[in-house]
Nanobody
Framework: QVQLVESGGGLVQAGGSLRLSCAAS????????MGWFRQAPGKEREFVAA????????YYADSVKGRFTISRDNAKNTVYLQMNSLKPEDTAVYYC??????????????WGQGTQVTVSS
């Protein structure tokens, strides 16, 4: 079982930056693939980025590639999402999540409560 708590959201102007954090409970954090998702009002939740357990492999949605960076600190049981060059269309609730299977594009079993990111134009 993994419990996830996001933080770091807020209001930022277009072109600005934010860093989201996701703190995980449990001693097996380092064995989990970790992902970030987002859901904008009236839209379905979408994949943003993911990172393998060893941090060797990263995966990004085309819409954020080159602007967002996912990273992890296994010693702190924390995964991060550095978001640069933010756009109004990045406005959403951001969630971190983990799949029991380890598959980046599979089903995610554990979810945080989400943190709001609002980008003003």
């Amino acid at each position: 079982q993994v419990q996830l708590v996001e933080s770091g959201g807020g209001l930022v102007q277009a072109g600005g930056s934010l860093r989201l954090s996701c703190a995980a409970s449990g001693r097996t954090f380092s064995s989990y693939t970790m992902g970030w998702f987002r859901q904008a009002p009236g839209k379905e939740r979408e994949f943003v980025a993911a990172l393998s357990s060893s941090a060797t492999n990263t995966y990004y949605a085309d819409s954020v590639k080159g602007r967002f960076t996912i990273s992890r600190d296994n010693a702190k049981n924390t995964v991060y999402l550095q978001m640069n060059s933010l756009k109004p269309e990045d406005t959403a609730v951001y969630y971190c999540a983990a799949p029991r299977s380890g598959r980046v594009y599979g089903h995610y079993d554990y979810w945080g409560q989400g943190t709001q990111v609002t980008v003003s134009s």
